[in-house]
């Protein structure tokens, strides 16, 4: 069966430090990958979306990156954070191919950028 | 772009009463998925709806797609304390795109 990791779950970082947040997926090959950002009470937000290795799309201008080194891994940085980066992000799969499909959120990781 | 709106925001409901969210999209879509975020938690897939005017019952919630593929609705008969969180609509409007356009969901408290 398919799993999505998630890490770390819960961080407190000094405005203007870097950041990275990883999720990999499991038990399936060639996925979409997504990172939303969900602030305070609010809806989702699609920041990047991956169909591929290597292949990012960008949906909101900002001082974040994604990156996909392997089929299954994703990674969202940022080189300074801002205090309006504080928020919880959470990294989605959906089956590969075209077209948007269900997906399947990791656990999310609780930014608080002081 | 597309947009897709959601009402109510909130609502705080007896145990025991019904519960309706509704999801109106700007455009057609190809299809609306529901999920539903328990407090701290993260969006859990409920149910994908795709033909026109397709009703679909999961034991006491009742979805519905509109005949024009553009609303929708959840409906949760008599609520119980689990069905506390938020519930989103999203909507895929096909035409080979990537990305699902969340409502901003309604967030909904079940008083005992």
């Known amino acids: 069966s398919q799993t999505i990791h998630q890490w770390p779950a819960t961080l407190v970082q000094p405005v203007g430090s870097p950041l990275s947040l990883e999720c990999t997926v499991e038990?399936?090959?060639?996925?979409?990958l997504y990172w939303y950002r969900q602030a305070a009470g609010r809806g989702l937000q699609l920041l990047f979306y991956?169909?591929?290795?290597?292949?990012i799309s960008s949906e909101v201008p900002q001082n974040l990156s994604a990156s996909r080194p392997q089929d299954r891994q994703f990674i969202l940085s940022s080189k300074k954070l801002l205090l309006s980066d504080s928020g919880f992000y959470l990294c989605?799969?959906?089956?590969?191919?075209?077209?948007?499909?269900?997906?399947?959120f990791g656990a999310g990781s609780r930014l608080t950028v002081l | 772009g597309q947009q897709v709106m959601q009402i109510p925001q909130y609502q705080h409901v007896q145990e025991g009463e019904d519960f309706t969210t509704y999801c109106n999209s700007s455009?057609?879509?190809?299809?609306i998925q529901w999920y539903k975020q328990r407090p701290g938690g993260h969006p859990v897939f409920l149910i994908q709806l795709v033909k026109s005017g397709e009703v679909k019952k999961q034991k006491r919630l009742t979805f519905q797609f509109g005949e024009a593929k553009k609303n929708s609705s959840l409906h949760i008969t008599a609520t119980q304390t689990t069905d506390v969180g938020t519930y989103f609509c999203?909507?895929?409007?096909?035409?080979?795109?990537?990305?699902?356009?969340f409502g901003k969901g309604t967030k909904l408290s079940v008083i005992p």
């Open positions: 455009t057609t879509l190809s299809n």
């Open positions: 038990g399936t090959s060639n996925p979409n």
């Open positions: 991956s169909v591929g290795i290597g292949q």
């Open positions: 999203a909507g895929d409007s096909g035409a080979g795109s990537y990305q699902l356009t």
């Open positions: 989605a799969w959906s089956g590969g191919g075209t077209g948007a499909n269900v997906l399947t």
